[in-house]
T-cell receptor, first 114, second 113 residues
Framework: EAGVTQFPSHSVIEKGQTVTLRCDPI?????LYWYRRVMGKEIKFLLH????????ESGMPNNRFLAERTGGTYSTLKVQPAELEDSGVYFC????????????FGSGTRLTVV | GDSVTQMEGPVTLSEEAFLTINCTYT??????LFWYVQYPGEGLQLLLK?????DKGSNKGFEATYRKETTSFHLEKGSVQVSDSAVYFC????????????FGGGTRLMVKP
């Protein structure tokens, strides 16, 4: 089966611009997660979708970040306007159910805000 | 809240050396524990897992034992290879935190021939 796909793999934008990251989960996976690693620190949870609904968005840092998952398939994460501290690697993951055995991550999008 | 602490890197070893990467955690109840690995240019891959106390996860020669008494899940490998060079992340899935993984800061391993 195809894995979790993220694009772009890299994005360099100027402060104040808008960037949209996309994640295509494994087909049939209802659960979709966004995480990010900034400044080489720990990977932190951003939010969790179950189908098209936001199950938990407690990790979203502020209202400059907007995540959507229309139709319960792919998801987008928009940062508007981007700030320098948003630089990092954004990971998407998906899982079929709420089993406690971890889930499948994508390769990540490296975002650099200059 | 839940937290994971792992040794800071980088860890530099010669090929065939023994590897230990320490990981300790704080969580309520009985979390599931994981090691993820990120090879250069790739995404996070699940390396091994343990879902209850005293379980040993193993994969590709790596092992980790879920020790509730010491709240630890140290990663070990008896003989590392150059191809093991990567960043290793310890993580937990808490019982009371929905389905959210809590990660440690990551440990970069560099293996020299």
């Amino acid at each position: 089966e195809a894995g979790v796909t993220q694009f772009p793999s890299h994005s360099v934008i100027e402060k104040g611009q808008t960037v949209t990251l996309r994640c295509d989960p494994i087909s049939g996976h209802d659960n979709l997660y966004w995480y990010r690693r900034v400044m080489g620190k720990e990977i932190k949870f951003l939010l969790h979708f179950v189908k098209e609904s936001k199950q938990d968005e407690s990790g979203m840092p502020n209202n400059r970040f907007l995540a959507e998952r229309t139709g319960g398939t792919y998801s987008t994460l928009k940062v508007q306007p981007a700030e320098l501290e948003d630089s990092g690697v954004y990971f998407c993951a998906s899982s079929q159910d709420w089993s406690r055995v971890g889930y499948t991550f994508g390769s990540g999008t490296r975002l650099t805000v200059v | 809240g839940d937290s994971v602490t792992q040794m800071e890197g980088p860890v530099t070893l010669s090929e065939e050396a023994f590897l230990t990467i320490n990981c300790t955690y704080t969580a309520t109840g009985y979390p599931s524990l994981f090691w993820y690995v990120q090879y250069p240019g790739e995404g996070l891959q699940l390396l091994l897992k343990a879902t209850k106390a005293d379980d040993k996860g193993s994969n590709k020669g790596f092992e980790a034992t879920y020790r509730k008494e010491t709240t630890s899940f140290h990663l070990e490998k008896g003989s590392v290879q150059v191809s093991d060079s990567a960043v290793y992340f310890c993580a937990l899935l808490g019982n009371n935190a929905g389905n959210m993984l809590t990660f440690g800061g990551g440990t970069r391993l560099m293996v020299k021939p």
